[in-house]
């Protein structure tokens, strides 16, 4: 009799090997990749620390210097009287006054040309020398209308930056962020004087736009006045004694007219003297909550966020070499593998060998 032959027993795979069940993936497979070439991935790990660590020390400290206002209401006095008279023909008030500028008009004036040029164009103080502003903001070229606007450009994208509390109370909150205190300071002083001269040059240009039309419209009143008046003095010179009712009537309703005429005039000079004090104001339209000062403190670099954020992102890339370098083992190591892998081979391959080339030359 021939005795049963011994069953082959199974051979245990290498600490170098991770057995894998055809081209499925499991967790425990993934696991256990991990836990091996747990040393790459240390060392991933370590070097995006480096790295991160290296950029958050050479990191320029940056000072913010802040200022908040909120708007005042666009609806002056001197609307009142033109409002009282439309409002006893029946108008709507509202229409005459406008629509009211919101807050979030003045955080956007900020950015806008009128404002930034002044300021683009000017010097600064470092405390220790005077420069110009695109010089210490680090703008370069000959040109100088394209200096100008690469440096009001970093100012749109880099340094000025503004937030509006639209759901409580309204105020503009303004930063300007740079390298030295006393220049953010002072962008931010002249960032409030060029709002407050812009509105004030506009409400000055509309109230004297309001003080011609009111004007004109005073004369045309008083001379419709003076012919009610002329039309009510020829009616009682010719009709000196009269008792008729036609009589009587004509002369309550050129009277009326007369009066109607007269409450024009006065609310139209009154409009017309408010608009002109309102053409020479120089008064404010917005009111400053907190005034720019001198920032004593740096702003915080995030030092912490930024060692967390590279540390994990490099631990994240070293699992991913990681698997992928055992998954392109697996795949060659099958006899049904994927076409593609050959041509992903052959094209690292090369690439690896123009990489060495070019360090050879």
């Known amino acids: 009799m021939t005795q049963p032959s011994a069953r082959a027993r199974p051979q245990q795979p290498s600490g170098d090997q991770i057995p894998a069940r055809g081209a499925d993936v499991s967790l425990l497979w993934i696991l256990a990749v991990l836990l091996r070439d747990r040393r790459a991935i240390v060392l991933f790990a370590s070097v995006g620390a480096a790295i991160s660590i290296l950029i958050a020390l050479l990191q320029w400290p940056r000072y913010t210097s802040t ?17 009282n008279l439309a409002s006893q023909f029946g108008i709507s008030v509202g229409a005459l006054r406008g629509p009211s500028q919101s807050p979030q008009l003045y955080a956007d004036l900020l950015q806008t040309r009128e404002v930034l040029s002044v300021i683009a164009s000017d010097t600064v103080s470092t405390g220790r020398e005077r420069v110009p502003l695109s010089v210490f903001l680090g703008v370069a070229g000959s040109d100088t209308a394209r200096v100008h606007e690469r440096t009001m450009r970093v100012l749109r994208e880099k340094v000025i930056s503004s937030s509006v509390a639209t759901r409580t109370t309204g105020a503009v909150t303004v930063r300007a962020r740079t390298e030295s205190p006393e220049v953010s300071l002072q962008i931010a002083e002249r960032l409030l004087e060029g709002l407050n001269r812009f509105n004030l040059v506009t409400r000055q240009s509309q109230a004297r736009e309001e003080r011609r039309f009111t004007e004109e419209r005073l004369s045309a009143a008083r001379a419709s006045l003076r012919a009610a008046e002329d039309a009510l003095q020829t009616f009682l010179q010719s009709n000196r004694q009269f008792n008729a009712p036609q009589l009587t009537f004509q002369q309550q309703r050129l009277q009326r007219e007369v009066a109607l005429q007269q409450q024009v005039v006065m609310a139209l000079a009154q409009q017309y003297e408010d608009a002109r004090i309102r053409e020479v104001r ?56 994927d076409p593609s892998y050959a041509m992903l081979e052959t094209e690292w391959q090369r690439i690896r060998r123009m990489f060495g080339s070019s360090r050879s030359h």
């Open 282 to 337: 120089d008064t404010p339209v917005i009111t400053v909550l907190e005034k720019p000062t001198l920032p004593v403190l740096p702003d915080p670099r995030g030092r912490l966020l930024l060692l967390s954020l590279g540390t994990l992102g490099a631990l994240m890339l070293g699992a991913a070499v990681v698997l992928a370098r055992e998954g392109m083992r697996r795949q060659r190591g099958a006899d049904d593998g």
């Open 67 to 83: 200022f908040s206002f909120i708007p005042q209401s666009t609806l002056g006095q001197g609307s009142d009287g033109l409002a």
